[in-house]
C-alpha cells in the first residue's frame, strides 16, 4: 500500500493461490476434469484464469478496498450459492447421462470468474472493480 504497487513475489504468490483455487473449486463443481496438480501454473487446466502483471494502483482506494468489496462479496456469496446448487444437480445428471449440461457448467464457470475477480480486487492483483459483465477482468479460457 505505500508503493502503490504489489512487490513482484507476493503478486506471484497470490496470483498462483487464486488460479489453483478457481482450479480446486471448477472440479468440484463439475465444470472442469481432471483434478488439478498442485502449482497453480498458467495454462495447466482447461478452465484458466488469466491474471495481469502487478499495476500501480491507487492508495486512497487501496485503504478503503475491504469496504468497498463488500456489495461484489454478497453478489459473489449468491453466484456462489448458485453454482454449487448447479454442481450438485449436474452430479445427478451426470450420473444417468454421464454428462453435465452445458448451462449447468456455464453457470458455475460465471460464478468462478466473478469470484476470482472479487478475491484478485481484494488481494490487490489488480485494481480493476469486480463486474459482471462477461468481457471485463480475469477471463477464463478453456483449453
Not at 18 to 35: I, K, M, S
Not at 47 to 60: A, H, K
Not at 78 to 106: C, D, I, K
Not at 120 to 132: I, M, N, Q
Request: cysteine-free; charged content about 15%; glycine content about 10%.
Amino acid at each position: 500500500m505505500i508503493r502503490g504497487t504489489s512487490p513482484q513475489g507476493l503478486h506471484n504468490f497470490l496470483a498462483a493461490y487464486v488460479r489453483y483455487q478457481v482450479h480446486v473449486l471448477a472440479y468440484l463443481l463439475l465444470v472442469a476434469n481432471p483434478f488439478p496438480g498442485f502449482a497453480g501454473k498458467a495454462g495447466s487446466y482447461p478452465l484458466d484464469v488469466e491474471i495481469d502483471p502487478p499495476e500501480r494502483q491507487n492508495r486512497w482506494v487501496t485503504g478503503f478496498r475491504l469496504f468497498l468489496a463488500i456489495p461484489a462479496f454478497m453478489i459473489g456469496s449468491a453466484l456462489g450459492t448458485a453454482a454449487w446448487l448447479a454442481g450438485f444437480f449436474s452430479w445427478f445428471h451426470g450420473l444417468f447421462r454421464a454428462e453435465v449440461p452445458r448451462g449447468l457448467r456455464n453457470l458455475g464457470a460465471y460464478s468462478l470468474r466473478y469470484q476470482a475477480q472479487v478475491v484478485g480486487y481484494l488481494y490487490l492483483l489488480t485494481s480493476r472493480y469486480p463486474s459482471l459483465a462477461s468481457g471485463s477482468g480475469f477471463q477464463f479460457e478453456e483449453a
